[in-house]
Nanobody
Framework: QVQLVESGGGLVQPGGSLRLSCAAS????????MGWYRQAPGKQRALVAG???????TYVDSVKGRFTISRDNGKNMVFLQMNSLKPEDTAVYYC????????????????WGQGTQVTVSS
């Protein structure tokens, strides 16, 4: 099975920065896509940023120019550098991935982490 674990969340003032990390572990054959979603209280979970195995990136309009997604394929990790943070960025941030396992290397599964809290406040 595959497990995703996020880290790096915390409390930061408006205008500050945080770097989130997500580590994938388990019997992984291939990681096709990894990304970040976020969910604020009373809101739907929404895409923040994603990156394909080929390095193609996508961002929600509200974070373009402020957030950067990257990955380390050798370590099975994905990162989200968040700069110029705003109070409206406050949410639980979830890592997700489209991943195949060694047991079924041709079958792609969708996996989610447990989330890490990001709070932007004065």
């Amino acid at each position: 099975q595959v497990q995703l674990v996020e880290s790096g969340g915390g409390l930061v003032q408006p205008g500050g920065s945080l770097r989130l990390s997500c580590a994938a572990s388990g019997t992984i054959s291939n990681i096709y896509y990894m990304g970040w979603y976020r969910q604020a209280p009373g809101k739907q979970r929404a895409l923040v940023a994603g990156i394909s195995s080929g390095g193609t990136t996508t961002y929600v309009d509200s974070v373009k120019g402020r957030f950067t997604i990257s990955r380390d394929n050798g370590k099975n990790m994905v990162f989200l550098q968040m700069n110029s943070l705003k109070p409206e960025d406050t949410a639980v941030y979830y890592c997700d991935g489209i991943i195949s396992t060694l047991q079924t290397p041709t079958s792609r599964g969708h996996y989610w982490g447990q989330g890490t809290q990001v709070t932007v406040s004065s």
